[in-house]
């Protein structure tokens, strides 16, 4: 658990979870970035550049999801099962599985709650079994993931930086924007290959209504105080329109982030069929 001596408020939303960092409500907050089933959360690439916030950590949370329902339901007579959006991508076997209608809520708490004041045996709910207790209704069935190793990443975000020890191993995530000209995105990040500078992460995403990848996030291993990543920031600073830092932080583990190398490397000689190619074409062995 991160900050366990902390005291733990929970909020609506990440809007208003962020509102509460700027006016100095809370010192710091967890905000889920991406997750090892479905990938990116909505909404925080677009909002977390914006805050004015900084991220000073990295938390990795296992995950395990239950489904609930009113006292007296059954897994026969449920039809409909609500829950968050990302939730309800990491449950997707359970929902085809039992034939359920999804529908989404504002949170896996929020969900809860609707369903216990429901009453209605078709209606079940995709939470914690936390929920489950503070809400009055019946687990169904447990850690309903699709796998087992359903981990989400959370960005730990402060309305004022946090001094690193160069020491430690770092992670810096930045946003930019780039010219929409080819080759642009291929001379901006140059300097990082050049300086040895191992990037973990690079995304695309749309921001104010514009259907071409208006901004790029991109997260990498150094201190941008090195003169390495100084260097490869100056370069990607002279192609870019936009540059801004999000913060320096500790990486939090290694082995989680190796976790897909070796998912690759467990493939050997001879990949998926779903990724096999030949003279340059896809194809598939059966």
């Not at 995105?185 to 990848?213: C, D, R, W």
């Not at 801004?244 to 989680?256: E, N």
């Amino acid at each position: 658990m991160a900050f366990p001596s902390a005291d733990r408020i929970a909020l609506p939303s990440l809007e208003t979870t962020i509102a509460s960092t700027v006016r100095g409500e809370v010192d710091r907050i967890l905000l889920p970035c991406e997750n090892s089933l479905v990938g990116r959360v909505p909404d925080v690439h677009r909002i977390v550049p914006d805050s004015g916030l900084h991220i000073v950590g990295e938390h990795f949370q296992r995950v395990e999801h239950c489904l609930m329902a009113p006292p007296g339901a059954s897994l026969a007579s449920i039809r409909r099962v609500r829950s968050h959006p990302v939730a309800l991508g990491q449950v997707s076997r359970l929902i085809a599985a039992l034939d359920l209608e999804a529908i989404a809520a504002p949170t896996t708490s929020h969900a809860a709650e609707l369903v216990a004041s429901c009453k209605d045996p078709s209606e079940a709910a995709i939470a914690s079994d936390v929920a489950a207790d503070l809400y009055g209704l019946d687990i169904l069935k447990r850690n309903v993931e699709d796998d087992p190793h359903n981990t989400t990443r959370f960005y730990v975000l402060s309305a004022e930086p946090q001094a690193v020890e160069q020491k430690t191993q770092l992670l810096t995530t930045i946003v930019f924007r780039t010219q929409n000209r080819p080759g642009c995105l291929y001379h901006a990040i140059a300097g990082f290959a050049e300086n040895g500078i191992n990037m973990t992460k690079i995304e695309s995403y749309l921001v104010g209504g514009q259907f071409v990848p208006s901004r790029f996030l991109c997260e990498f291993e150094g201190d941008p105080a090195t003169p390495e990543v100084a260097d490869a920031l100056d370069i990607l600073a002279h192609h870019a329109r936009e540059l801004v830092v999000l913060g320096t932080f500790p990486m939090a583990s290694r082995h989680l982030r190796n976790r897909s190398e070796e998912n690759l490397s467990s493939w050997g000689t001879k990949p998926p069929a779903a990724f096999r190619w030949s003279d340059g074409q896809q194809e598939a062995e059966r």
